[in-house]
């Protein structure tokens, strides 16, 4: 592979690294924020004895609707987190760590080490698809459970303020 080749997308693979870890932050800050606020609205809930029964059917929809939703939103970011451990690609090539957790002693991977270090620029490029794969997966999944966090919410707050105080 020419160096410039090389070069490059050794670069974008770092940047794909460094997007990573930032996307990874995101999704544990709205992970934490998620898991607040289902605290907060669950604790409402039990300390004022509330129960979906006593409000109109349009209500009790919309309040299972925006549980539904936040399960999923929470979920989805659950889903973005969830630590990748598989790699498609032939064991032979050693590209990442689960090729290398393949090989029963170190023996047996010193030789498929000195093999596969005569095909080393092909790993950068391999690992640059995958881990842009891998990030925008984390997007979607970041974006799925956003809009159905925010759709609960919504809904959990139009429950709340159309059924007035419980009597």
């Known amino acids: 592979m020419d160096s ?14 460094e997007e990573v870890g930032r996307a990874d932050s ?10 607040v ?8 809930s039990v300390a004022e004895g509330a129960s979906l029964t006593h409000l109109p059917l349009w209500a009790e929809i919309l309040g299972a609707l925006g549980l539904g939703s936040y399960v999923l939103g929470t979920s989805a970011l659950g889903l973005a987190l969830l630590p990748r451990t598989r790699h498609h690609s032939a ?3 050693l590209y990442y760590f689960g090729h290398v957790a393949t090989y029963r002693t170190p023996e ?6 000195e093999r596969a270090a005569e095909c080393s620029e092909h790993r950068t490029i391999d690992q640059l698809w995958h881990v842009s794969r891998i990030i925008v997966r984390k997007y979607q999944l970041l974006r799925a459970g956003m809009v159905l966090l925010a759709i609960g919410l919504l809904l959990f707050a139009t429950v709340a303020l159309a059924s007035g105080p419980v009597a």
Do not use: F, H, Q
């Open 91 to 93: 064991p032979d090539k």
């Open 37 to 44: 606020a289902g605290s907060v609205l669950a604790g409402a």
């Open 108 to 113: 047996t991977l010193a030789l498929a080490l």
């Open 26 to 35: 995101k999704v544990s800050i709205l992970l934490a924020a998620a898991g």
């Open 4 to 17: 410039d080749v090389a070069s490059y997308a050794s670069t974008l693979l770092a940047e794909a690294r």
